[in-house]
């Protein structure tokens, strides 16, 4: 009888290990700790993140600090602690959707901060690179780029390729990544699970999560780093936080609250926040799914500037201070905006905007270019003091404007303005009557001044798989600034553009942005080379006068890049856990002539361009490794054939 109760209950014991390794082939953390972790460098990090459950060990009860983190714990670490939901239903031939780790990978895909590769894997088990792991810090952060490069110090610097540049130097400037005491910074090299906990402890700071009251209850702390809180119904108060402060979708559908809070950097929220008493430098709203967020300033609450990218409910009540300053609408195309209170500037800055002021004053309401197709309803206790519309927009509602600026035809005007300008040329509807513009500025006003693209131009020619040639002319001397967008992406202002941004205040590429100077009525030919082959873009361009007081319209000009008669081949050359190689020999044949060769860099990559279609053999070679490796591949027309190679 016991033999029997004995082997019940050890394949009950077995069969619960089976489980615990085939779901997910981790553990949490014990109450002393992992046996590996012991008097490792990182042992206090990782005994704090697995107590919280942010991260786990595996089923022997080990950690293996010094294993390299892999795709799919990353995104799991980073999932859990941004409270990231959003599930992306994009199909990756590697992801099956049993692996333990598959919702995981979605939801990073979902949040926009993890790509698949061109080939259409996720390579979820791959080891995360430095120059990956800055990336995806730099996007869930919604980093600001840095406006000198940090990178120089670092012999490596040149191993830093463009895609990763503005994220490596982001978190280097923000101190979240450093380098190595050999000066080098190792961008292609993998990132160690106690490495990665040590970098989070900068990037997180100090850790709300959990509900209640948090801070001292009369005097004022000051927190030198960042801080998160990322659980709902969080009151925060009598804390001055010298970096930034992250509030993650964790916050879920509860507010957080702020009382007496002082914040010198940025405010990224993805929750609802009421504001008491609090001075406030910059405000970033956005969330993944779009979900409308209430933000309540009160007190003597100062909140500088505003960038929204989420539908969102503005409101002051009970207001002593200033409330909400500057406030930008970057929201997805479509988005609601509410606003109740009293409000310096507000710029709309994306198209299809339902944007509904619903009582109190506005000195400023600009609906730039890219605000095409805005709807905005003014209720009768309202009152714009000036309305700047540049593209078609409807102005609803019983609310007063003393006085309105019309830049772009298709402005419909409810209500008639108490005063109102319309540019020359220009048609807006007012009170169902058509209003031509008439030159109503005095002499040296923006067009007499500001210098205009003359009679067809800018265009592009010359069009080939990789760039084009961008023709301008201008009436007058001017410098032409432009950054080069894919189709899909949103309208950047002419601020944006002149600053090398994209809709999103990031910087593009060198290969997507500059300006050239212009001389009166003379043509000239900028060539633009590296874009993606068969793809469309769009070139937004920007003329601009030192003299010009008013924002310069954006001029887009439609390209799309050849379908390029030729395939390229690229990939990656690995140690089997994942490390890359440096020098390894690519060398591709057709039957026994050889048609290229090239080595790999430093992390790991080659890349082998302008192939005919057809069947090639691939050849992987580096003394000190195993004999060569082959590989047959088909090149196929205007594609890129990805072939990773593993060399023991």
């Known amino acids: 009888m016991y033999i029997g109760k004995l082997r019940n209950i050890i394949v009950s014991l077995v069969f619960a290990l089976c489980l615990g390794v085939f779901f997910n082939n981790t553990v949490a953390v014990g109450a002393t700790g992992f046996p590996d972790t012991q008097m490792h460098w990182a042992e206090k990090s990782i005994n704090f993140w697995a107590a919280k459950g942010y991260i786990e060990g595996y089923a022997n009860g080990k950690f293996m600090p010094d294993q390299a983190i892999t795709r799919a714990e990353f995104c799991t670490f980073v999932n859990k602690l941004m409270g990231f939901k959003k599930v992306s239903n994009t199909h990756f031939s590697d992801l099956k959707g049993n692996e333990w780790y598959a919702l995981e990978m979605r939801k990073a895909v979902g949040a926009g901060y993890l790509h698949g590769y061109p080939d259409g894997t996720i390579r979820a088990n791959r080891g995360i690179t430095r120059a990956e792991m800055a990336s995806i810090i730099y996007n869930i952060l919604t980093l600001r780029s840095a406006q000198k490069d940090y990178l120089g110090k670092y012999i490596d610097r040149e191993d830093v390729q463009d895609w990763s540049y503005i994220p490596v130097n982001a978190v280097v400037w923000n101190d979240y990544m450093s380098g190595f005491p050999d000066r080098t910074f190792r961008p292609g090299s993998t990132v160690t699970r106690a490495e990665t906990l040590a970098i989070f402890d900068r990037v997180v700071g100090t850790l709300y999560d959990k509900p209640g009251f948090h801070g001292l209850s ?47 950097r940025v405010v990224k929220t993805n929750a609802g926040l009421i504001v008491n008493d609090s001075n406030l430098a910059e405000v970033l709203v956005e969330h993944t799914n779009n979900n409308q967020l209430r933000l309540l300033a009160q007190g003597t609450t100062e909140i500088k500037t505003l960038d929204v990218r ?36 507000v710029n709309v800055e994306t198209p299809l905007v ?18 095409r197709d805005a709807k905005v309803n003014l209720n009768s206790n309202t009152t714009v003091k000036k309305l700047s519309v540049i593209n078609k927009a409807s102005i609803e509602g019983r609310g007063v404007i003393n006085n309105a600026e019309v830049y772009g035809d298709g402005v419909v005007f409810d209500r008639a303005p108490k005063s109102i300008k319309i540019a020359p040329g220009v048609k807006a509807k007012v009170n169902g009557r058509t209003v031509t513009g008439t030159r109503t500025y005095n002499s040296g006003d923006y067009y007499d001044r500001a210098p205009y693209f003359v009679n067809k131009y800018p265009f592009v020619e010359n069009i080939f798989s990789r760039g084009f040639d961008l023709v301008l002319k201008a009436d007058r001397a001017c410098k032409a600034y432009y950054v080069i967008l894919e189709e899909e992406e949103r309208i950047p202002s002419s601020d944006e553009v002149i600053a090398g941004e994209d809709a999103d205040g990031r910087s593009v590429g060198s290969n997507y942005r500059g300006y050239v100077s212009l001389s009166a009525n003379k043509e000239k030919i900028v060539e633009i080379d590296g874009l993606r082959v068969d793809q469309d873009y769009c070139v937004y361009l920007v003329l601009d006068n030192s003299a010009v007081e008013i924002d310069p ?67 992987f070679s580096k003394s000190g490794y195993e004999s060569a490796q082959t590989t047959q591949v088909i090149v196929s027309r205007g594609k890129t054939k990805y072939v990773d190679k593993i060399l023991r």
Request: hydrophobic content about 35%.
């Open 553 to 619: 319209p954006v001029i887009r000009v439609r390209v799309t890049t050849e379908d390029s008669e030729y395939g390229n081949l690229s990939g990656e050359v690995t140690t089997a856990n994942g490390t890359p190689i440096k020098g390894v020999k690519v060398t591709v044949k057709k039957g026994s002539t050889t048609i290229d060769s090239t080595t790999t860099d430093s992390n790991g990559t080659y890349l082998i361009y302008d192939l005919e279609s057809g069947t090639y053999t691939m050849v």
């Open 218 to 264: 009369y005097n004022n702390i000051t927190l030198t780093g960042n801080a998160f809180i990322n659980s709902s119904n969080v009151t925060l108060r009598n804390v001055t936080i010298e970096g930034d402060l992250i509030i993650t979708e964790g916050a879920g559908q509860g507010s957080v609250t702020l009382f007496n809070v002082k914040v010198n």
């Open 354 to 371: 339902q944007l509904d002021f619903l009582q109190g004053t506005m000195d400023s309401l600009a609906l730039s270019l890219a605000a």
């Open 310 to 345: 989420t539908s969102v409910i503005l409101e002051e009540a009970n207001l002593a201070g200033t409330g909400f300053n500057d406030v930008v609408l970057k929201n997805p195309q479509g988005a609601k905006v509410q606003l109740d209170g009293i409000f310096k500037d």
